[in-house]
């Protein structure tokens, strides 16, 4: 599911509206309002087009590396299930069946309140992935998938062998020999992981409008907005996602903005880190947000804030290079943008992180990870 949210207002007077955009399965509600007691419904239908019997349906919460599941269900003889949801923000479904001599499966995000209709489960495939740290050594551990509870441990080589697993974006917890954990975002290509501390923001190389790490905590959605812009080269956050150049992979995020005069105009790309406006997470954790990031013009880094009667910010300004250059904001960093704020306070009520600028300015942005005590 994809959505798309605008910010309209400035200096923190937002209100977002989530547009739900066609996708490949048709989404439909699931009963119940969406208010608890919700039934999730589906049709898996199998690599022959035809719906997959006996099935096994599996439902856990997205953040959560139990193997058990929250509710379990099977298809009927046309492929059809339906299953019990319980109160929670995010899940997967996680479908395993038979079909004839291939193996099928698919591994869902469902949001709270959504069925997800049609479900075309694959071949199973095996994937590999090897882990190593920045400098290319490899890195040996034993990983435990987010929302599946599948655990694999790599050689020496930091290999492994992803047997079962359904070619899905996954996120899982490496436990090095030393003991040391990570939380890695695993695409469902495969391939080399570095192992790093923090959480993978985004890497836009996926999804344009929900973000890595929103995949696992339930938010996380994109948006743009401007106020006063005569040019904007990125009208809509389904076109900000960028294949020309990026820092270190498939993508990056590219967003510009031109005024006619240096008014009260604004433009901003960002993103909410709760499953909708309404929901603030809490971001005392935060030690830094790292980013790789090129352009021109001046950009102000913020984190917006609900006060409980409005919002309020917390920002760092920088100026992009030509080329791409890392930059890391250190929660100490961050300034409050109405006096007698405080940051100890307001981080425990974020709503929105946001890439903003009032004059005109071109940047792309990559590899975002938030570093702290906690996950968001």
């Given at each position: 599911?994809?959505?798309?949210?605008?910010?309209?207002?400035?200096?923190?007077?937002?209100?977002?509206?989530?547009?739900?955009?066609?996708?490949?399965?048709?989404?439909?509600?699931?009963?119940?309002?969406?208010?608890?007691?919700?039934?999730?419904?589906?049709?898996?239908?199998?690599?022959?087009?035809?719906?997959?019997?006996?099935?096994?349906?599996?439902?856990?919460?997205?953040?959560?590396?139990?193997?058990?599941a929250l509710r379990t269900?099977?298809?009927?003889?046309?492929?059809?299930?339906?299953?019990?949801?319980?109160?929670?923000?995010?899940?997967?479904?996680?479908?395993?069946?038979?079909?004839?001599?291939?193996?099928?499966?698919?591994?869902?995000?469902?949001?709270?309140?959504?069925?997800?209709?049609?479900?075309?489960?694959?071949?199973?495939?095996?994937?590999?992935?090897?882990?190593?740290?920045?400098?290319?050594?490899?890195?040996?551990?034993?990983?435990?998938?987010?929302?599946?509870?599948?655990?694999?441990?790599?050689?020496?080589?930091?290999?492994?062998?992803?047997?079962?697993?359904p070619s899905a974006d996954?996120?899982?917890?490496?436990?090095?020999?030393?003991?040391?954990?990570?939380?890695?975002?695993?695409?469902?290509?495969?391939?080399?992981?570095?192992?790093?501390?923090?959480?993978?923001?985004?890497?836009?190389?996926?999804?344009?409008?929900?973000?890595?790490?929103?995949?696992?905590?339930?938010?996380?959605?994109?948006?743009?907005?401007?106020?006063?812009?005569?040019?904007?080269?990125?009208?809509?956050?389904?076109?900000?996602?960028?294949?020309?150049?990026?820092?270190?992979?498939?993508?990056?995020?590219?967003?510009?903005?031109?005024?006619?005069?240096?008014?009260?105009?604004?433009?901003?790309?960002?993103?909410?880190?709760?499953?909708?406006?309404?929901?603030?997470?809490?971001?005392?954790?935060?030690?830094?947000?790292?980013?790789?990031?090129?352009?021109?013009?001046?950009?102000?880094?913020?984190?917006?804030?609900?006060?409980?009667?409005?919002?309020?910010?917390?920002?760092?300004?920088?100026?992009?290079?030509?080329?791409?250059?890392?930059?890391?904001?250190?929660?100490?960093?961050?300034?409050?943008?109405?006096?007698?704020?405080?940051?100890?306070?307001?981080?425990?009520?974020?709503?929105?992180?946001?890439?903003?600028?009032?004059?005109?300015?071109?940047?792309?942005?990559?590899?975002?990870?938030?570093?702290?005590?906690?996950?968001?």
């Open positions: 599911m994809k959505r798309w949210l605008v910010a309209l207002g400035l200096f923190g007077l937002f209100s977002l509206i989530g547009l739900l955009d066609s996708c490949s399965t048709q989404v439909t509600t699931a009963e119940g309002g969406g208010f608890g007691g919700e039934t999730i419904s589906g049709l898996v239908v199998g690599v022959s087009g035809k719906g997959v019997m006996g099935a096994s349906v599996r439902l856990r919460a997205s953040s959560s590396l139990d193997s058990s269900a099977a298809t009927d003889s046309t492929g059809f299930f339906r299953i019990g949801q319980p109160v929670g923000n995010a899940f997967r479904l996680e479908v395993a069946g038979q079909e004839g001599k291939d193996s099928v499966r698919a591994l869902i995000d469902v949001d709270h309140g959504q069925s997800p209709g049609r479900i075309l489960a694959e071949a199973r495939s095996a994937r590999q992935v090897r882990l190593r740290d920045r400098s290319g050594k490899p890195v040996a551990a034993v990983l435990k998938a987010y929302g599946l509870g599948r655990t694999v441990t790599t050689d020496d080589s930091g290999y492994a062998a992803l047997t079962d697993w996954l996120w899982v917890r490496a436990t090095s020999m030393n003991g040391e954990t990570s939380d890695l975002f695993v695409p469902a290509s495969g391939g080399e992981l570095e192992v790093e501390a923090g959480w993978l923001l985004d890497d836009f190389e996926g999804a344009q409008s929900r973000t890595r790490l929103g995949s696992l905590i339930g938010g996380g959605w994109w948006y743009v907005a401007s106020l006063g812009a005569d040019s904007q080269s990125t009208r809509d956050i389904a076109l900000t996602r960028d294949t020309l150049d990026a820092h270190d992979g498939r993508a990056s995020l590219r967003a510009g903005f031109s005024f006619t005069s240096a008014s009260t105009g604004y433009g901003l790309v960002g993103f909410h880190f709760g499953p909708t406006q309404a929901d603030p997470v809490d971001l005392s954790g935060l030690d830094s947000l790292v980013f790789w990031i090129k352009g021109r013009g001046t950009v102000r880094v913020e984190f917006v804030a609900d006060t409980g009667g409005g919002v309020t910010s917390h920002a760092f300004v920088l100026t992009p290079d030509s080329v791409w250059t890392r930059h890391a904001v250190v929660a100490s960093a961050l300034a409050p943008i109405d006096a007698g704020r405080s940051w100890a306070v307001d981080s425990r009520r974020v709503r929105f992180l946001q890439f903003i600028v009032f004059q005109a300015a071109e940047f792309r942005l990559d590899d975002l990870r938030y570093f702290g005590k906690a996950r968001p």
